[in-house]
C-alpha cells in the first residue's frame, strides 16, 4: 500500500503545481473577454469632455446634440464613446457636411440599433482617429440617440 500511495503523491503534486497557474490564466482571459465583449462598455471606461473625444476625430459635435456623454478606453488603442440625442434632420445634415456620401444602413448593423455606418477618415494626423464606427436608435418625435465610436487602431 506504501507504494501505491507514494505514487498518487508523486502524480498529484505536478497536477496542483499546473492547474493553479491555469486557473490564474482563465481568469485573466475571461476578464479580458468579458471587458472586450461588455455590452456598455460606458460601465468600464473614464468619462472625458466631449470635446476632447470629438479633438480625437478633427470634427465637431453637431450644434443640436443634447445629452451627451463621451468615455474613453485605452487597451491595445484608443477609442471614444460618444453618445448623443439630436433630431434626425440634424443627425443627416451632420453627417453629410462632415463625412459626405456616408449612408446610415439597417442592414450590417449589430445589436438592437435601427441604422449604422463605419467611416474610414483617411490620412489624419498622428494620435487621431483613423475611422468610427456610428450607431443610432429612432426614439419617437423624429429625435435620434447616436452613439459615435472613434478609434485610432
Known sequence: MDG???????FRSPLVL?????LVVAWIGWSVIGFLTSD????????VPCDEAME??????????RDRRCVTRVWLDTEYD?????TRKELDAWLESEF??????????????DACAHIDFGNQRPGQAVAADVSVVYEGGGTA???????DV
Open 145 to 151: 440617440l447616436v452613439r459615435f465610436e472613434p478609434f
Open 4 to 10: 501505491t500511495r507514494g505514487r498518487a503523491a508523486r
Open 56 to 65: 480625437f476625430t478633427g470634427v465637431p459635435l453637431p450644434a443640436g446634440a
Open 18 to 22: 499546473l492547474a493553479l497557474p491555469a
Open 40 to 47: 456598455d462598455p460606458l460601465d468600464s471606461a473614464s468619462q
Open 82 to 86: 460618444v453618445r448623443f440625442r439630436i
Open 100 to 113: 459626405p456620401g456616408t449612408e446610415l444602413d439597417p442592414e450590417f448593423c449589430a445589436g438592437e440599433v
